[in-house]
């Protein structure tokens, strides 16, 4: 399907991120859904690594 | 091949699952707590010296001064616990949980419960009821008669009614107060009413005179906190044991002094990882708010760390009057706890979940990778000594706790070469 075809049809939006996105659209009478996301750890590298570290832990 | 963590974590979620705390009597802190002496107060949370205590420890402080006879006013109360004279520790280091401040003085009577599983045992004090009392930094000379009435009065007929009644099985208890609107932390209506139910003709076989028996009766019936001093201590007997589990990322403490929280996870043992504690989002009673308020403080959000109290607020829709939110908001807040725990109680089951267990079992990864952290509903000391309790509220620990356990854990992982290379 094309953009174009996609527009030019009721859209119907999964949201992930900014919470303002969905409003925005809720607002103009579009169906949105708003998925509670975060990325892993918030996105910060030092939990990240932390993380990476564990999944190396040796198996009995 | 079973991966360590898994491993240790299902044998610390078994010593969850199949804990029994059982109140099994009554006794003075001086007689029964581990390590209590003369020169000794408990108090809520991670350590901390009288420097740094705030407003409602240093009020909890003084009022067991005077209580225990050793100050005559507040201000002598004051310049004796800044003399060195009197030495603090945690609750948590004497097998003790506190509610809001936490003070356990040697002359205060105390609920003894079992862990009949495992043979640990925990103490709490008694409630005290609402209003200007002593775990919310009142120090007043009413809050000293009511802590003398409970010493004289209140212990002794409680003691003999457990003695005649025998062992009484909380967890049961808990799991029918969890499935009739109370999540025993900040709603203990349910709870409280089936322990009254339990213990009454008890209390009327004891040898004390019929005024005593029905102050006692009124005194119970007019607290509907009297059971989270049980619940208190059922969820630390329970979680006790937990923090012997070698390699576990289960968290099994977590408790504010007013100044800092703290958590401690089983791998780590008795480390705390401490951060500022966080002003509570809430209600403020009347001519009161946020201004006002200390921060959080208090050990009973061990009840939260076991998977009650504000991880089993869809159960208990009618707090939100008291915490605020929505009964909607409840749900949501028990519905994320899932999120960071590792398996369901058998026990506590919840109706408005569809009957799920309550969420239970705290993995330190879960929170860092998911960026959710535990939910508490609390109450709001004033952050002067001396006032009490302002509101309610609801709060979550610092994120940096769980941070901090994290590295903590790896390094360990690391000192003892089990991660791959």
Avoid at chain 2, 243 to 252: D, E, L, M, P, Q
Wanted: overall charge negative; charged content about 20%.
């Amino acid at each position: 399907m094309s953009i174009k075809d996609l527009f030019g049809q009721d859209l119907e939006v999964i949201n992930l991120g900014l919470k303002s996105f969905h409003s925005d659209l809720k607002t103009q009478g579009v169906k949105s859904v708003h998925v509670n996301w975060k990325p892993k750890a918030g996105g910060k590298k030092n939990m990240l690594n932390l993380l990476s570290k564990i999944n190396k832990v040796k198996k009995l | 091949m079973i991966e360590i963590i898994e491993k240790a974590n299902k044998e610390a979620l078994e010593i969850i699952q199949s804990g029994q705390p059982t109140l099994v009597g009554l006794g003075l802190a001086k007689e029964v707590i581990p390590g209590m002496e003369e020169d000794l107060f408990l108090h809520a949370g991670p350590p901390i010296t009288w420097e740094k205590m705030s407003g409602p420890l240093r009020g909890g402080v003084m009022a067991g001064l005077m209580y225990e006879g050793l100050a005559s006013s507040p201000e002598e109360a004051a310049e004796y616990a800044a003399s060195g004279k009197l030495r603090f520790d945690p609750c948590h280091h004497h097998d003790a949980v506190g509610p809001m401040a936490g003070i356990v003085t040697p002359r205060m009577p105390v609920w003894i419960i079992e862990n009949t599983a495992y043979g640990n045992k925990a103490y709490c004090t008694l409630n005290e009821g609402l209003g200007k009392v002593l775990r919310m930094g009142a120090y007043g000379p009413e809050v000293i008669k009511h802590l003398q009435w409970m010493e004289t009065v209140l212990y002794p007929v409680l003691k003999e009614t457990i003695e005649i009644h025998g062992p009484i099985d909380l967890k049961t208890m808990i799991a029918q107060a969890v499935q009739m609107g109370d999540e025993v932390h900040n709603r203990n209506k349910a709870a409280t009413s089936l322990f009254i139910r339990e213990i009454a003709p008890s209390i009327l076989k004891t040898s004390f005179s019929n005024e005593e028996k029905i102050a006692v009766l009124e005194f119970l019936h007019s607290n509907d906190h009297t059971f989270l001093n049980l619940s208190m201590p059922a969820a630390k007997a329970t979680l006790e044991p937990v923090g012997k589990v070698k390699h576990s990322t289960i968290v099994y403490t977590m408790a504010r002094n007013g100044t800092e929280f703290g958590i401690r996870v089983a791998a780590l043992g008795e480390r705390w990882f401490t951060a500022p504690a966080e002003i509570i989002d809430g209600l403020y009673f009347p001519g009161f708010s946020m201004e006002d308020a200390n921060p959080d403080v208090g050990d009973s959000c061990i009840t939260e760390t076991l998977g009650i109290g504000g991880f089993s607020m869809a159960t208990a829709p009618a707090i939100v009057q008291f915490v605020g939110g929505t009964p909607k908001d409840a749900v949501r807040y028990t519905t994320s706890m899932y999120e960071i725990t590792t398996e369901e109680s058998r026990a506590y089951k919840l109706p408005p979940m569809n009957f799920r267990g309550s969420p239970t079992g705290i993995d330190i990864r879960k929170v860092i990778e998911t960026q959710v952290l535990p939910i508490i509903n609390t109450g709001i000391a004033h952050k002067e000594a001396g006032v009490g309790q302002v509101g309610a509220g609801i709060v979550r620990p610092p994120m940096a706790c769980f941070e901090q356990a994290l590295e903590a854990y790896v390094n360990l992982l690391e000192d003892e070469g089990l991660l791959e290379e």
